[in-house]
C-alpha cells in the first residue's frame, strides 16, 4: 500500500534562518507531488506542485522553493524564514489512475514557528 | 478557470442531528472529479469521497451521504445522527483531467455539541 511520510513534524525556527521540509512517498511511481500550507484557521494554498524528477510548478512567488530529487521525493526550503511563514505545511501526492484523476493523499502536517 | 465554494464558514449542531455541509463548484471542463476532506484537530486531511462528473449517483457511507447535482453544480455532504467525533473542518475539491490541480474549498468547521 502507499504512504506518505512527512517531517519534521513541528519545528520552531528564528526569522531568518533557513527550513528544509522533507516529504517521501511509498507504493507508488511517478506520483504528482505537491506543498501546501495553511494559515491559522484559513484554507489550503498551494504552494508548488511537481508532475516529475526535477519539474516545478510554483503557484505563490515567495521566499520558499521547492525540489524534488527523487522519483518520490519532495524538498521545501527557504534561505530565509520571515514571520509570514509561520503555518501548517502539507505534503501530498496523487496519481493518474484508470478510473480518472486519483486523489490526493496527505502526509501528517509540519507545523511551523517563525520567532 | 476552477472554482470551488463553501459558503458556510462554520456550523455547530447538537449530537445527533443531522447537518449538511454545501459546496458549489465551477469548472467549464467535462470531464472533472470531486472530493470531500475531513481535517480532525490533529491536522492532518483525510480523504472521505471521490466522484466522477460522469457519474451522478448519490452514495451512502454508513452515517454519511453526498448528494452531487450537475444541474445546480453541488457536491454536499450529509451527516446523519452527527457525532463529536465527527467535529473537524471539512474540505470540498475539484480538480479535472486536463489540470494537475487541486482546487480546493476554504472549508466549513463542523462542531458537534455533546
Known amino acids: ?115 | 478557470a476552477q472554482k470551488v465554494t463553501q459558503a458556510q464558514t462554520e456550523i455547530s449542531v447538537v449530537e445527533k442531528e443531522d447537518v449538511t455541509l454545501d459546496c458549489v463548484y465551477e469548472t467549464r471542463d467535462t470531464t472533472y472529479y470531486l472530493f470531500w476532506y475531513k481535517q480532525p484537530p490533529s491536522g492532518e486531511l483525510v480523504f472521505l469521497i471521490r466522484r466522477n462528473s460522469f457519474d451522478e449517483q448519490n452514495e451512502i457511507s454508513g452515517r454519511y451521504s453526498w448528494n452531487f447535482q450537475k444541474s445546480t453544480s453541488s457536491f454536499n455532504f450529509t451527516i446523519t445522527a452527527s457525532q463529536v467525533v465527527d467535529s473537524a473542518v471539512y474540505f470540498c475539491a475539484l480538480t479535472t483531467r486536463v489540470d494537475n490541480q487541486f482546487y480546493f474549498g476554504t472549508g466549513t468547521s463542523l462542531t458537534v455539541i455533546p
Do not use: M
Open chain 1, 1 to 115: 500500500s502507499q504512504t506518505i511520510h512527512q517531517w519534521p513534524a513541528t519545528l520552531v525556527q528564528p526569522v531568518g534562518s533557513p527550513l528544509s521540509l522533507e516529504c517521501t512517498v511509498e507504493g507508488t511511481s511517478n506520483p504528482n507531488l505537491y506543498w501546501y500550507r495553511q494559515a491559522a484557521g484559513r484554507g489550503l494554498q498551494l504552494l508548488f506542485y511537481s508532475v516529475g524528477i526535477g519539474q516545478i510548478s510554483s503557484e505563490v512567488p515567495q521566499n520558499l522553493s521547492a525540489s524534488r530529487p527523487q522519483d518520490r521525493q519532495f524538498i521545501l526550503s527557504s534561505k530565509k524564514l520571515l514571520l509570514s511563514d509561520s503555518g501548517f505545511y502539507l505534503c501530498a501526492w496523487s496519481v493518474l489512475g484508470t478510473g480518472g484523476t486519483g486523489e490526493l493523499f496527505f502526509g501528517e502536517g509540519s507545523r511551523l514557528t517563525v520567532l
